[in-house]
């Protein structure tokens, strides 16, 4: 019973992790990358849609991305996502293609994004160690009911605190490796 509850836990905290990452590719550190939009809705034909559902998002030169997409008719929506997605970028169409130009982050901007990586870490070890808290109040509550003993207990909160080290380990090391692709120019 405690294995699982463990394995439960990882994948809890896993998935943290997973979000994480997914809200880092969000921030732009001055090159051109597609994740920074893909995330965008397109309010089309009255469906909010995925912009990567809706057209091909490719790199054109480390400062400009290039979306291309696939029914002509919604280019001029995908331009009014981008701009309501405020996500710093002023999209230029010519009738077929819209082009965004990535802007050189000043000092200022990146230690605001610095700020803002550093809370988003702060905010994801929180969840990991409310999915802590939870399973050691099982791991509590299974030995008061003597279902586990209290060297069972105690080995598996132990188990418990070393793969929320772990994983928060790994939280940390995708904050610093983003704080140094903000840092570099």
Known sequence: ???????????????????????LTTFHTGRANPALITHVK?????????LSHMASVSVSGPDMLVIQPWMPGSLSAIEKAILKANVGLT???DGTVIRLKI???????????????????????????NVRR???????????????????????????QQLTDG????????????????REV
């Open 103 to 129: 802007p050189p982050l000043s000092a200022e901007r990146r230690e605001e994004l610095i700020k803002l990586v550093r809370r988003r870490e702060e905010d994801t070890k929180i969840a990991i160690r």
């Open 1 to 23: 019973m405690t294995q699982e509850l463990l394995l439960e836990a990882e994948k809890k905290m896993e998935a943290s992790l997973a979000v994480f990452k997914q809200e």
């Open 42 to 50: 397109v309010d089309y034909m009255g469906m909010p849609q995925q």
């Open 134 to 160: 939870d399973v050691a109040d099982k791991f509590k509550q299974m030995e008061k009911d003597k279902d586990i003993s209290q060297d069972e207990c105690r080995m598996a909160l132990n188990k418990l």
């Open 167 to 182: 994983v928060t380990t790994m939280v940390e090391k995708e904050r610093e490796t983003k704080e140094a692709e903000l």
């Open 91 to 93: 999209p230029s169409s």
